[in-house]
Structures are given as structure tokens and as C-alpha cells.
């Protein structure tokens, strides 16, 4: 993490630290504290180096305080960011800054001078802080300590091999103020920019998901619809995408909300079965993030495409092999879409109402993205509240379209006694219960028109397939895209030219591939 977190500076700092020192020259003392203040979740900073009323982050980290960093005509932060941006995680434990003490030095007085400890002893376990992969590791003598130990004595001597309880508070050290410094980096653009689109982001309308709720019924018994109705249902939510879509690449603000969106909802940061998270916060993980949030509009706007098309052709078609052929691939592709919108409401309920209630399963991938499920049973897992009971519903993998139609239909009764309910749910999770409630609409609706087949995996598989493969040559090419100029932080996409940059990297990354 430490290491992300390093790498992550110094990329910033080569892109933008012009800049940064023109900014930061530039504004008042409230604008640096409100910067400060911005990196925090309680808007909570140190107003001197002693101050206890954070605790033991005072020990920590002494110098990031309001009074050294945000004095008037300062340049105390573009001291500290200089030097954790260009030395070596190595060079940083041996020594700061102007003559102050290195990481090493500053926690060993901390711990002589004020009591600073680990809560874990780490018996017989070292650290080493030299150069490499190695940097931070720490290891345990099992047997034969003092033969162990005499073979590191030149490492131990030069205090390169350290007891782990102390090397656990360097390495927090570290991490604290990396954290706090990449924060920041992102926190003076955004607060000094005159240059930033500030166009207001256009909302998605709720029309399409109302229109499709009402569409739900239980009752076998209602009319029919015809396939002229299919066809304008399919019409409909295809350019509603394609106007999404549009909105993503003329409009950085869209763009740029989107992909925040996308970049801190990865399945990665869902704890797995023994607690563990995967470092998925650093920056190395945007350039993936903006490739899918691109992927994932432009896949949803080729789904209905080929559903109208294959309407289209059904509707000419009399011929009754051809409309067992048409019919089979419409209700694959509409199978298709269902699990693609299920999973994005899974992985927006994952870091909203339903946080804490998924886990990620530990080396078991969906489509290239860590899989995440359900801890228990919904019913038991909501408890008393009947929205997160149906919405955790239908993120069961068991819970099929057909089965889907019940609890949106649950779900839509409670939303109209209790508005204010769904006024609580979070921007990703209503647009996400919308585009499944349009295809759990469309697909019981076109069950009740035509007798349609059930998925196959051997008959109808053109999209299905094609999708397939599409998504292995795209996981293949995700690791090559590198749009630290244009994307790297995530609103940097906001100045001009560099969403539209960002778009044609992505663009050409894949015709490198493919020549």
C-alpha cells in the first residue's frame, strides 16, 4: 500500500507540480485549511503539532497541522510534497526534509517521548526498510533466532532491519502522510482551478424506470401487448442510452462522475471471507476503471441495438425455423442483459445501503471482476427494513427475471406509501433498479406476447458468445491503458482537452492492440 501510495505521488507530482506550486502560492490561508480539510471524512485537521484532539495522529504525523502548513507566503507544503514525491521510500525513513528527522528517527522519540505504541508486540518479528520488492516486508524467526539474527547484522546495525512493532508505526507513518498528501494534490486543483468545466451534470430521467414499473404485473390476465409495442419499448431505452452514451464523451462532468462512480464501487474493495481488501484505492487502478465505465455504456447501448434488429426481423419473419432462431438469440440476449444490470446493482449496493452485507469471494471472478455475494439471507441480513430486504432480493443470483417481477412489484407498493424511502437510496442504486426494472418489464412483456424458449448455452449464442470473447480481448488490453495525463485524479478530467484526450488513449490502446 505504501509503495501504491508513493508511486502515486510521484506521478502526480511530475504532471502537475508546476502547477501545483502556482496554486498553492496563489491562495489565502482559509483556501490551504479548507484544502486540508476537503482530504478528511470529518473535515477534522491538527491546528498545531501537539495537539491531542486527535488522538495519537499527532504522533503520527506533527508536522501536518494547520498552523505549519496553511501560514500566509509558506512554502512548508511544497517542501514536504517535493520530498515525499521525489526520494525513495528508503531515503524518506532515513531522513527528512531541511535537517528533520526521518521516518525511523521521528517514531523511535515518539515512542522514547510520548508513549507511542503498537497495540500488537510482534515476538520475535522483524522488518527490513531497504530498497526493492522487499521494502516493509516483515518476517518472523521460527528457529535458530540468534543465527538468523547474526546474518542481518549489518542491516540491523545500519537500523535497516528493525523489531516489527516499531516498523508497523513507520509504515503507518508513511502511509498517513502519503494518503494525506495525494489527497491534497487533488483537493488544490480542484480548489484553485478557473479553468474546470463547471457545466451542472444532467440527471438521468426517472420516466423510462416509472414507465417500466408500471408495466409490472403478477396477473396473467391483463392484454397482451404486440410486437409494434415490443419494438417501441426496445426503442425507447436504446436511445435513452445512446443519449447516456453521447453525455459520456462530450461531457467531462458526466464522464468524470461516472467514472468516480465506477472507480470506488470495485468489487475489490469488498472485504473477502477473512477481512482482507484489496489495496484498490491507489490511482494505478483508474485507467482500468475508465476503460470499463466505457465499456460498460457502450455494451448496454449495443444489447438493445441487436434486440431492436432482432424485433424488427421477427416481425417481418414467417418462416417458423427463422423465428425459432430469432427467438432463441432475443431471449439469450435478454438473459444477457438482465446479469449485466443485476451486477451493477449488486456492485452499487455494495457501497451503499447494503455495505457490509456482501463479500468478495477470494480468487472467483465474474467477466473480469472480482465476485461478490451475499453474506446470508436477505431476510435475515435486512432485518426489519423491508426496502433492503427486496433489494437485496434481487441481487441473488437465483432470483431470475420471472422472479424479479415480485419483488419490484413489492418494492414499487412500498416506494408509493413511502416516498421519502426511495428518496434515500442513492443516486447509483436508483438509476441501477430503473434499467432492471426496464428489462424485467421488457422481458415479461414479451413473454406474455410470443412463447418464448429458455436460455440456451448451445442455441443462440451469436451476441452471447461474441460478448464472451469481447470481454477477454478487453481484459487483456485494460492493463496496458495508461491515462495518467489526462485521468490521474479522476477530475482532472474537468480541464479542457483532457476528457477528450482521455478518450482517444483509450480508443488507440486498442487498435495497438489489435494491429
Known sequence: MVVDLQHDLARKYRTHGHRLRELWRGMSPAQRGK?????TPDGVVLKHSRDPAMGNVCKFMPEWNLKDV???????????????????????????????????????????????????SFPNCYTFFMGGDNYGRSFRVLKDKEDVLAGF?????????????????????????????????????????TTR???????????????????????????KP????????????????????????????????????????????????????LPALTDRFISGAFFDTIHNAVKAVAVWNYLCRLLELL?????????????????NVCSLEYGRVQAILKRQMSIASGSRLFKRVSNAYDNGNARIILKGKPEVLAGDDQQLHYMLRLCQAEVTAPKAVEWLKKLDELHRRHPSMRDALYEGEIDALGDLAIIVAFIQSLSMAIPMPAFSRRKGQRLVAGAAELEVELNQI?????????????DNLLEPGMAEGALKAASSTRSRQKS
Open 35 to 39: 484544502a486540508m480539510r476537503a482530504g
Open 226 to 277: 404486440d410486437l409494434p409495442s415490443l419494438l417501441d419499448m426496445a426503442l425507447d431505452q436504446k436511445a435513452s442510452l445512446d443519449d447516456t452514451l453521447a453525455l459520456v464523451c462530450t461531457e467531462p462532468v458526466v464522464l468524470a462522475h461516472l467514472l468516480n462512480n465506477w472507480f470506488f464501487s470495485r468489487p475489490e474493495l469488498v472485504a473477502d471471507e477473512k477481512g482482507r481488501i
Open 315 to 331: 416481425d417481418n419473419s414467417t418462416e417458423k425455423f427463422q423465428r425459432e432462431t430469432i427467438l432463441q438469440e432475443v431471449s
Open 197 to 223: 468545466c463547471e457545466n451542472k451534470r444532467p440527471k438521468r430521467s426517472p420516466e423510462a424506470a416509472t414507465a417500466a414499473f408500471s408495466k409490472l404485473s403478477l396477473k396473467t390476465s391483463i392484454s
Open 478 to 490: 485494460k492493463p496496458e491503458l495508461d491515462l495518467s495525463d489526462f485521468a490521474i485524479p479522476i
Open 70 to 120: 496553511t501560514a500566509a507566503e509558506s512554502d512548508f507544503l511544497l517542501h514536504l510534497l517535493e520530498h515525499r514525491a521525489t526520494k525513495s521510500l528508503e531515503e524518506q525513513y532515513i531522513a527528512g526534509f531541511d535537517g528533520r528527522p526521518g521516518d525511523y528517527e521521528l517514531i523511535v522519540e515518539m515512542m522514547r517521548t510520548r508513549n507511542l505504541r503498537h497495540v500488537d
Open 153 to 193: 547484522k549489518p542491516a540491523i546495525q545500519a537500523r535497516l532491519c528493525i523489531p516489527q512493532n516499531i516498523g508497523e508505526l513507520v509504515l503507518l507513518r508513511q502511509t498517513y502522510l502519503l494518503q494525506s498528501l495525494n489527497l491534497i494534490v487533488e483537493d488544490i486543483l480542484e480548489e484553485a482551478s
